[in-house]
């Protein structure tokens, strides 16, 4: 399995972006898909996550409004929409999967991507 964000760069607050997830060497469509982000010094905290059968969404307070994770398994792609960036959305951005994961917002992932930075300047 490997995952492989871009999409990221730098923006002015205000601004957006949208970080892609490639998958290859698995089921995507039975892979629940999260998005997660890491400041240096900080734990990694989720993002979105989308479900791997209905494709229900969830997102952190944080980024709830602002923010959209889709998915589409006929690419084997995830997608996560960032609108109105705040300099408080500077990360490290990454994307994971795990199969048959219900429970995608606080679940465990083994699939890690090798993630994409993400800069808001204010």
């Known amino acids: 399995v490997q995952l492989v964000e871009s999409g990221g760069g730098l923006v002015q607050a205000g601004g957006s972006l949208r970080l892609s997830c490639a998958g290859s060497?698995?089921?995507?469509?039975?892979?629940?898909v999260g998005w997660f982000r890491q400041v240096p010094g900080k734990e990694r905290e989720v993002v979105a996550c989308i479900t791997h059968v209905r494709e229900t969404t969830y997102y952190s307070d944080s980024v709830k409004d602002r923010f959209t994770i889709t998915r589409d398994n006929a690419k084997y792609m995830s997608y996560l929409q960032m609108n109105a960036l705040k300099p408080e959305d500077t990360a490290v951005y990454y994307c994971a999967a795990e199969p048959r994961l219900r429970n995608c917002l606080f679940g465990e992932y083994d699939y890690w991507g090798q993630g994409t930075q993400v800069t808001v300047s204010s």
């Open positions: 060497g698995l089921t995507f469509e039975d892979y629940a």
